[in-house]
């Protein structure tokens, strides 16, 4: 089998890939599990080193060719991950909806040329939600996305649903929480303070917050998701019936919680190199987010939440080999 991963040299798009190489199979368009032959990942960069059991293709998502050439028609499983995050969606609106949208159309066209329909995974968000929430939100709740990304992401949402309901593939779409921690240095999205606030602390570097102590997040961990891309692939078609969107289960803390539990667990000295600065171009952003759900569909199709923050910076410092 044949698997591409779009936005495959970014952090969870490069993680998930080694998880494939790790699993070694993944079920068929019959639901069969299939021997993966290649791993085909694409995107503008890649990791300083790369797996050489991995196909790492260097261009841009949006050149059509590219991509075509890049899938051909065997391509049996699709994670699409590539995209403009949220706050370079909202400063380049252009770009956001070439890659987002534009993006994301051609590849659904590619999926419908495959010698069977390819099992395709859609990394969604939370941003699909906004406007005037209830304080809880569940699996009932209307997207009404508020910025420019969360638009982007709903749209890939019912693309993929009608592509399923045709018969060109077979979609599942993922809605994230925030991530929590991301490896490396910080991105364009909103979100990014998120992992910052632990990550950078942890490096001996200040970190500078843009929102205030009392921000709620709806987080879960790289280790978390990644394993939840991979069962909502393998999970029959069956399963998800007509709808082809699933809210994944989180936990809910604020940002003076994640720093009570970085000072629990790393001291004072750590704690103290979070400094409060307000932006209110991301603070715009982030309060149009809701931080607390209800995920009774997702836990009865089989997806987990963290235990909680401790567990989710203690498992980033364990799997980044960081010394207290």
């Not at 639901?31 to 960069?45: M, R």
């Not at 693309?159 to 991530?179: C, E, H, M, N």
């Not at 991979?230 to 989180?250: D, K, M, T």
């Amino acid at each position: 089998m044949k698997i591409l991963i779009t936005g495959g040299g970014g952090f969870l798009g490069y993680r998930l890939a080694l998880a494939l190489l790790k699993r070694g199979t993944l079920a068929d368009a019959d639901g069969k599990q299939a021997a993966i032959s290649q791993i085909v990942l694409i995107d503008t960069g890649f990791p300083a080193q790369t797996d050489p059991r991995l196909k790492c293709v260097k261009g841009d998502f949006t050149d059509a060719a590219l991509l075509a050439e890049t899938m051909g028609k065997d391509t049996g499983s699709v994670f699409h991950m590539a995209a403009v995050v949220s706050g370079g969606a909202e400063a380049d609106f252009d770009l956001g909806i070439k890659v987002n949208l534009d993006g994301t159309r051609n590849l659904l066209e590619l999926c419908r040329k495959q010698a069977r329909p390819p099992r395709y995974v859609f990394t969604s968000s939370v941003a699909a939600f906004g406007g005037d929430l209830p304080p809880v939100l569940d699996d009932s709740t209307t997207p009404n996305p508020q910025t420019s990304y969360g638009a982007h992401k709903v749209c890939g949402e019912y693309l993929a649903t009608d592509f399923s309901r045709k018969g060109y593939i077979d979609g599942r779409s993922l809605r994230l929480p925030t991530i929590v921690v991301r490896a490396g240095k910080p991105n364009l999205a909103a979100s990014s303070f998120a992992s910052g606030i632990i990550r950078e602390p942890l490096n001996g570097e200040i970190s500078s917050c843009p929102v205030g102590s009392e921000t709620g997040v709806w987080l879960l961990s790289p280790g978390k998701v990644v394993d939840a891309f991979i069962h909502a692939h393998e999970l029959p078609s069956a399963a998800w019936g007509v709808n082809r969107v699933v809210n994944l289960p989180g936990i809910t803390a604020s940002v003076a919680q994640m720093v009570e539990a970085l000072r629990k667990i790393a001291g004072d000295k750590v704690a103290a190199r979070v400094e409060w600065k307000p932006d209110a171009r991301i603070q715009a952003i982030v309060k149009t987010w809701p931080a607390r759900f209800t995920t009774e569909r997702a836990l009865k199709l089989g997806f987990a939440a963290d235990k909680d923050v401790e567990s989710v910076i203690r498992d980033y410092i364990r799997d980044e080999g960081i010394r207290l």
